[in-house]
């Protein structure tokens, strides 16, 4: 018979291939183990040895050139002179921001004195909302205001000009009748919407117009229409000023009497 085979308890050792990027254990044959840093796992092609020191802090960041108005201070200067002689300058583009600056303006002075007002409109152009904003001011206002027109005004920014009760301009000053643009989009109904409310804010600029002119408002709506433009003569056969700026009367030189103004100009004959 043959005797029966007895299992042993003991397990037999056994050699192990060591696998690439795993590091071996202790009690297998390779290389020595090295314990891995906690928190950084080793990764292949990655370098055996770690910096001892913390990595040097970025240096200061180069300063910025920041360009200054040079003349910002002159001009609040200058409009401080303005306002504490009681003129008003509005030019360029009147939006929403700079109608509510022109308002704070007025009643300001309105509220410090019973003086009138002068405002120079010069080079006007406007939002017709900003324009309507204006005319509801002036229209309040204690004290009268004097508007006087330089370089070119246009559209609806003769609303401002004819909501006040004197009106002027200076000799190459130009009035400019002219339909505002207007862009706007959306669905069908909110555009029939907008159409009714400018049609609307139109209507209040073109009859305050027809009622310091003394004309018709089909007639003011046509002449908008067709970009009429008049010069300071025109406009005040038009009824949109009253009169023009006078010439200042400069003194003769001195040394003599004045030159006589000769045939081809003011100051004689042209040299040859």
């Not at 005319?135 to 909501?163: K, N, Q």
């Not at 709506?221 to 038009?238: K, S, V």
């Not at 006078?246 to 009497?257: D, E, T, V, Y």
Request: include cysteine; hydrophobic fraction near 35%.
């Amino acid at each position: 018979m043959t005797p029966p085979r007895v299992k042993s308890s003991a397990r037999q050792p056994g050699m192990r291939a060591h696998i690439p990027g795993v590091p071996p254990r202790p009690e297998e044959p390779g290389r020595p183990f090295r314990p891995s840093i906690p928190g950084i796992p080793l990764t292949p092609g990655a370098p055996d040895w770690f910096p001892s020191s913390p990595p040097e802090a970025p240096g200061p960041v180069p300063p910025t050139r920041t360009w200054l108005d040079p003349q910002a201070d002159w001009k609040a200067k200058l409009y401080e002179q303005l306002m504490a002689k009681r003129i008003v300058l509005a030019s360029g583009f009147l939006d929403d921001d700079a109608a509510a600056r022109l308002s704070a303006q007025l009643l300001t002075l309105d509220a410090e004195q019973k003086t009138p007002i002068r405002l120079e409109l010069q080079n006007l152009r406007a939002e017709l909302s900003a324009v309507l904003t204006v005319m509801g001011i002036l229209d309040v206002l204690r004290v009268p205001v004097h508007a006087c027109v330089s370089g070119e005004i246009t559209g609806p920014a003769l609303g401002v000009l004819a909501s006040c009760p004197r009106r002027s301009g200076y000799p190459n000053a130009s009035f400019v009748l002219a339909e505002p643009k207007l862009h706007f989009g959306g669905t069908v109904t909110a555009l029939a919407a907008r159409e009714q409310q400018m049609t609307r804010m139109l209507d209040t600029l073109y009859f305050r117009l027809a009622e310091v002119t003394g004309r018709e408002v089909d007639q003011i709506r046509d002449d908008a229409r067709r970009g009429r433009t008049l010069t300071t003569a025109q406009a005040i056969g038009y009824g949109l000023i009253q009169n023009q700026e006078p010439a200042s009367r400069r003194p003769p030189r001195s040394g003599g009497p004045p030159r006589p103004a000769g045939p081809a100009g003011p100051f004689g004959p042209r040299p040859r």
